[in-house]
């Protein structure tokens, strides 16, 4: 188990080092002149390159990377360009945001997306699978912005009875926000969710049990449901790691303050320390989950880890 877990962690280090070069190349790439764009479009020639000197950005691809990432192996991200703040205390500012966004949308997709789903294969009635099939058709064809604006228009304006957006109403300003995302990925969990009972419903271990005259309550509760929920697990705690990196759609049309928002920002401005920043901080809880995940399932099953 400990040689698994150190192997995973290795190569998690070699995904975040790759997403870094990967991202940093890109930013390097860029036609824009971050320097211009700090000294503004009136700046002498002369400025820009005093500024561009400062920062390194006249020095060679190879240095400026190894000076980022020495530099970030000490826990230092560096200075945004835009607004001069360091940029790990930033993004850690925003992450309460993104973690309550995040804990709440996924709440909302468990508990709406698996119990359609495990509900229509567990009654195997005709009328609620139909209404199950409609509501995964309905939920992935519909993109999360258009149902964030649509809940807005709802129960912001029409009904005023929730925030138009933003946090500053507290707890009730998440509730649209976290629905909205939950809304939009129940459809996965409702598919994933009806497929796996199903096909647990179908083990011999199952039929063996009916032949015994166990009662199909006991079947369903005691043995199907429990190894049911296996991918559901699998795809709650994957899921966890990408909405930790920030909900970009959902952040953006509620005004929302998360990693997300601040992402997007960075992006316009060309604020390339923001940028890796927060790529970084994305791909990281995205490896941790990933991690999570494969220890989760070496406890379950130890030939995981040969």
């Known amino acids: 188990m400990l040689t ?44 820009v390159r005093s500024i561009s000197h400062q920062l390194g950005l006249d020095q060679p691809f190879p240095v400026q990377y190894g000076r ?22 930033t993004i850690l500012e925003r992450f309460p945001y993104t973690l309550a966004l995040a804990l709440s949308g996924l709440a909302f997709e468990v508990l709406i997306g698996a119990s359609i789903g495990l509900l229509a294969a567990g009654t195997r009635i ?42 500053d109403a507290g707890p009730i300003s998440l509730l649209l926000p ?13 598919r994933v969710g009806r497929a796996s009972l199903l096909e647990v419903l179908s083990e011999d271990y199952i039929r063996t049990a009916r032949a015994k005259g166990v009662s199909p309550g006991r079947i369903m509760f005691k043995h199907a449901f429990k190894n049911a929920l296996r991918p559901l697990v699998t795809m709650t705690a994957l899921d966890l790691g990408v909405l930790l990196g920030g909900a970009l759609i959902i952040e953006q049309v509620f005004g929302w303050p998360g990693i997300g928002t601040l992402a997007w920002q960075a992006v316009q401005n060309i604020d390339l320390p923001m940028i890796m920043g927060t790529v970084l901080f994305s791909a990281l809880c995205i490896v941790l989950a990933n991690v999570v995940v494969d220890v989760i399932y070496t406890l379950i099953d130890p030939r995981v880890a040969v």
């Open 4 to 47: 698994y877990l150190i192997r995973r962690l290795a190569w998690s280090v070699v995904v975040l080092l790759f997403a870094s070069l990967l991202t940093f190349f890109v930013g390097y790439k860029v036609p824009a002149d971050p320097a211009r764009m700090i000294a503004g479009p009136n700046a002498s020639v002369e400025t």
């Open 68 to 89: 980022f990432l020495g530099h970030a192996l000490q826990g230092d991200l560096g200075r945004s360009y835009k607004t001069e703040q360091r940029v790990l205390p």
């Open 126 to 167: 005709r009328a609620i699978d139909g209404l199950a099939s409609t509501f995964v058709l309905f939920t992935l064809a519909i993109p999360s912005f258009w149902l964030g604006i649509i809940l807005l228009y709802v129960f912001g304006f029409r009904f005023p009875v929730l925030p138009l957006g933003g946090a």
């Open 178 to 190: 976290a629905l909205t995302l939950g809304l939009s990925g129940a459809g996965y969990y409702a």
